[in-house]
């Protein structure tokens, strides 16, 4: 589903990514972890098309399409959904206002009947049980005045309402207790299907106690240097991002003397 | 940053898309203004000695005035002599002959706003027929309101009919005197509406609909007076949603409302006048003033407004808190685009006791223009337990524009209560970055952000009128803001 080859991104001249390569089938979770600074939420901007990074070198095919030439609205209309680490607020927008636009213009563009209120409100009625959100947030300002623990839910929300086929969540565990975390990992584990890929962006392993991936890749300075399955994340944690660092800088030594 | 700041500023400097025609008047006197010309607006409009008078003592004060400085705007000089201060309602011969003849982009926003027809045809100022449908829709209106003993026509109507109110009324809230532009359009004001609702009656529909089609050819010195007697309640609603075809440069009408005892009024505009090309050029200069008198205990008056035409707005909807229990409301939305500028806010006198006021102005800047909030709230010395709450909000696109607020308060006696909030925020990169990621195109998300802003002025919009305001701003950005 997504092929990413040799990919260099860079923000105000400084290169972030330096040469990741990584690819995704259908039905797959992969999980990217990695120190701060590693590169790891670029790759989630990259790929939903965020415009202040540039791109200096590599590919990506999206279900055979250059995703890198597609607009972040072309992407989020084929399929492409993030989760956003910091969901913004957009004050006197409901919430469900914007859902509805959003889940309207992905089904005009798949040549799909849009949606009205009253169908729109059945769906959602079902989609928010995935996340247990209280159904007064709907109506609220998007993001506005939600708790930290509330906005990751809202975007899970999105999620399930919007069936993306490619799923990348951003660091969606940060800033969440325990419960909170259950519930987003539930709701997440609920959309895992066949036909949808997940790339799960976290700094920590605890995370991938309830999302568990099919694979676990360790990113280091905008490359991933060490990938592996569930165990690699369990490993990680015992032994600190220093170890995969120098692990990988051992050959280069070798190479050295 | 970044090629998503250049997109929007892409969608901020399309044009505008409305046509404007600019097709001389045969039918004017010569242009100037003199005693001369204000006898003759008076003569030609058959009016009695005391409206003559007023208009002479008020050119007259104009003479010695000059133009205020002191607002937020700045335009080349204006020629007072240059202009043409009365021409005789267009001749229909002039005007296009069906809508085919009219400028297709200047349709399109029409259908966007989802006008019939027939009012289309009004705006863009088509010939039709003498024995047009809205007449006698007019006359239905009217004859529905006069049963309730209402009377709504227009000001020259009013001056004919039933002098005594119009002598009673006229410049009790704005004097002759009052102000450089109010002035000028007291001597030589060409019509208006003219708005009577008696004691104890409730007007049973919007204003509106008539208003459309009475606004045409009013002319850039208007007058409206509304009066509402002890009891009674109006719904006001002025101007209209599509670009008005509009030859006049300098607009400068007056309104004054009068409520009386428990008496309520609600006035909404909605103006789209031309705001001039992307360089700045043309454009109306639209100078009002407009104000509403509290007269009567439990009196209520409301301003909301929604201002996005024009080069240059320059207005403050205000109300003299008179009565004890009075309420005063002043909600606004200003939109300011290219080189338009607006400085606009509200004046709330508190003059009564136990009177309240409340203010919400939201204005958008983009482009280059230039949105200032002005407002005064001015508590005075027998205003036992006056209360004020005052909200201005400024929202910024792109890197050009400016936004400036200046609030005035003066208060005299220590039981005020006056409350002032102020934010200004900028249509983030990460907002519409947000919205695009979820499928939405960048337009469309930026009419939601604007609409989401402007919600609490919206929702004091008569329902029918809140659902074009958002269209209008809508195309408003489509094709000058984005």
């Known amino acids: ?257 | 940053m970044g090629s998503s700041s250049q997109q929007l500023d892409q969608i901020i400097s399309k044009e505008y898309e409305h046509g404007f025609y600019t097709e001389l008047e045969a039918d004017a006197i010569p242009h100037g203004l003199s005693e001369d010309v204000v006898r003759l607006i008076s003569k030609k409009k058959n009016e009695p000695d005391f409206m003559l008078q007023w208009r002479l003592k008020a050119y007259r004060h104009w003479l010695t005035m000059s133009e205020p400085k002191w607002a937020q705007v700045h335009h080349a000089p204006i020629d007072y002599q240059d202009m043409v201060y009365y021409s005789a309602p267009k001749s229909q011969k002039d005007g296009p002959k069906s809508l085919e003849e009219v400028d297709p982009e200047l349709l399109a926003t029409y259908t966007k706003l989802g006008i019939p027809l027939k009012e289309q045809e009004m705006l863009a100022g088509v010939a039709v027929d003498a024995v047009f449908d809205s007449v006698s829709v007019a006359t239905t209106f009217k004859g529905k309101l006069a049963e309730q003993g209402i009377i709504f026509c227009s000001f020259s109507e009013a001056v004919q009919e039933h002098p005594e109110l119009v002598k009673k009324y006229l410049g009790s809230v704005v004097p002759y005197t009052d102000n450089f532009f109010a002035t000028l359009n007291s001597a030589v004001f060409s019509d208006g509406s003219f708005c009577y609702i008696p004691k104890g009656v409730r007007c049973p529909m919007e204003l509106s609909t008539y208003f459309r089609i009475n606004a045409k050819n009013t002319g850039q010195f208007e007058r409206t007076l509304i009066v509402a007697e002890e009891g009674a309640y109006v719904s006001y609603l002025e101007g209209c949603t599509a670009p008005m075809r509009d030859e006049n440069q300098l607009h400068a009408a007056v309104v004054e409302l009068v409520a009386l005892d428990n008496a309520r009024i609600k006035y909404s505009t909605v103006q789209n006048w031309y705001p001039g090309d992307k360089d700045g050029k043309g454009g109306i200069y639209n100078f009002v003033t407009k104000r509403g008198d509290c007269r009567g205990k439990h009196s209520h008056i409301s301003w909301t407004q929604v201002e996005t035409g024009s080069a240059i707005t320059w207005k403050y909807p205000s109300v003299l808190l008179r009565g004890d229990y009075s309420v005063g409301e002043f909600y606004s939305v200003a939109l300011t685009n290219n080189y338009q500028q607006a400085d606009t806010g509200t004046k709330m006198i508190h003059l009564g006791r136990n009177t309240k006021s409340t203010i919400i102005s939201k204005g958008i800047s983009a482009g280059h223009g230039q949105n200032a909030y002005r407002g005064l709230v001015k508590v005075q010395k027998g205003a036992e337990n006056a209360r004020n709450y005052t909200q201005c909000d400024s929202l910024l696109m792109g890197d050009r524009c400016g936004a400036h607020t200046f609030p005035y308060i003066e208060a005299k006696n220590p039981t005020a209560k006056i409350e002032h909030e102020a934010t200004t925020s900028r249509i983030g990169e990460d907002q519409l970055f947000y919205c695009k990621q979820r499928g939405i195109s960048a337009e469309d998300a930026v009419s939601m952000i604007v609409n989401g802003f402007c919600k609490e002025v919206f929702k004091e919009l008569p329902m029918e009128f809140a659902v074009e305001a958002q269209k209008l701003l809508g195309v408003s950005l489509e094709g000058s803001v984005g």
């Open chain 1, 1 to 257: 589903m997504l092929s990413i080859k040799n990919l260099h991104a860079s923000i105000e001249g400084k290169e972030i990514l330096r040469g990741l390569s990584l690819e995704v089938k259908a039905g797959e979770v992969h999980a990217i972890m990695g120190p701060n600074g590693s590169g790891k939420s670029t790759l989630a901007q990259v790929l939903a098309g965020r415009e202040s990074y540039e791109i200096t070198g590599g590919e990506v095919n999206y279900r055979g399409h250059n995703l890198l030439e597609m607009a972040p609205e072309e992407r989020a209309r084929e399929g492409v959904f993030l989760a956003f680490q910091y969901p913004v607020e957009i004050p006197g927008v409901n919430n469900v206002y914007l859902l509805k636009a959003a889940l309207n213009a992905i089904r005009k563009h798949k040549g799909q009947v849009e949606l009205d209120a009253m169908e729109f409100l059945t769906l959602i009625k079902e989609k928010i049980k995935v996340v247990k959100m209280n159904e007064d947030l709907l109506y609220r300002a998007v993001n506005q005045g939600f708790s930290g623990g509330e906005k990751k839910r809202n975007e899970i929300l999105q999620m399930a309402v919007l069936e993306p086929a490619l799923a990348i969540l951003d660091e969606t565990d940060s800033g969440l207790d325990i419960d909170a975390l259950q519930i987003v990992a539930g709701g997440v584990n609920s959309l895992r299907s066949k036909e949808r890929a997940i790339i799960v962006v976290t700094h920590y392993q605890r995370l991938l106690d309830y999302i568990v991936p099919d694979f676990v890749h360790v990113l280091s300075k905008g490359r991933i240097v060490k990938s592996g399955g569930p165990e690699l994340a369990l490993e990680l944690e015992q032994k600190g991002y220093g170890w995969v660092e120098t692990e990988t800088r051992k050959p280069a030594e070798a190479l050295a003397k």
